[in-house]
């Protein structure tokens, strides 16, 4: 080979290892400037409600506040009034109570289009009440004093009348394990979200005016209930009534003890005592 062949050769293979390191160096820096779509956040889980306990574990019996409360026979009573999860009827904001007074189920809204629906008993006739309110004031294994007028009506009441320091909390207390007490703005009803030992009185209208829920269902409904719960009582779920003047119940109970701490703005005390 000659000198000119010779060098003519080391030229082309220069040439050859030059452009093929800048087409490795242009490829590398193009893998680097290589922009794809951004990453799309994948939409959050629908919220799905905790599936709740069997019905046998729901009813049992149960120790509570240094009482015994006995087990429900559940298989007696007509499942609708169980409590279980069932598709949001009222299309009311999450934690709001629903009380339908046609259908004797009470609601407790929860998110994603589901509802926590628990049997309940209400007023016979004459003692119905409708209306707005909140849950101002809660208590477990609540004393009872029933009204002036309850008493007038009942004279074997007037042991428990206010004059007599009411009836304490127990098993045979009206008002059960739990009440929670409704209020419009400032005022006491005098109306109550309610125990009973009575289940057989479930889905039927048969107490003075208040709402009562079987004792284990009262003590769940309390414990998701937090300061400040709307409560609707209606007839019709999808289209909440007002209160009018002939639709107001003889009340249950007498009032919140004097000095009682209302739940409202003041966070940290009401949580600590509820």
Not at 46 to 69: N, R, W
Not at 75 to 81: A, G, N, P, T
Not at 96 to 118: C, E, F, K, N, S
Not at 220 to 247: G, H
Request: hydrophobic fraction near 35%.
């Amino acid at each position: 080979m000659s000198i000119t062949e010779i060098e003519s050769y080391r030229l082309s293979r220069r040439g050859f290892l030059n452009a093929a390191a800048l087409g490795a160096a242009s490829i590398a820096v193009s893998a680097c400037a290589t922009t794809g779509p951004e990453p799309v956040e994948p939409p959050p889980p629908a919220y799905v409600e905790q599936p709740l306990p069997d019905y046998a574990t729901m009813y049992a019996a149960v120790s509570d506040g240094g009482f015994d409360l006995p087990a429900i026979p559940f298989e007696r009573i007509d499942s609708q009034f169980l409590r279980q999860i069932v598709p949001d009827p009222t299309g009311q904001k999450p934690g709001t109570i629903i009380v339908d007074t046609t259908g004797h189920h009470l609601y407790l809204v929860r998110p994603g289009g589901q509802a926590i629906r628990y049997g309940v008993g209400l007023g016979r006739a004459g003692f119905e009440w409708s209306g707005d309110a909140v849950v101002q004031w809660k208590q477990k294994w609540p004393k009872w004093t029933p009204p002036d007028e309850m008493v007038a009506r009942q004279p074997e009441l007037k042991p428990y009348s206010a004059d007599n320091g009411g009836m304490p909390g127990g098993l045979k207390n009206p008002l059960g394990a739990r009440a929670l007490y409704l209020f419009q703005g400032d005022v006491d009803t005098l109306y109550r979200l309610h125990g009973s030992p009575e289940w057989k009185s479930i889905g039927k209208s048969v107490s003075s005016g208040c709402v009562r829920l079987m004792n284990q269902d009262i003590i769940d409904l309390y414990d998701r209930v937090p300061s400040k719960t709307p409560v609707i009582v209606t007839s019709d779920v999808s289209q909440p009534m007002v209160a009018t003047a002939n639709r107001q119940a003889i009340p249950i109970d007498a009032g919140v003890p004097d000095g009682s701490i209302l739940l409202g703005p003041v966070k940290e005390i009401t949580n600590s005592i509820f």
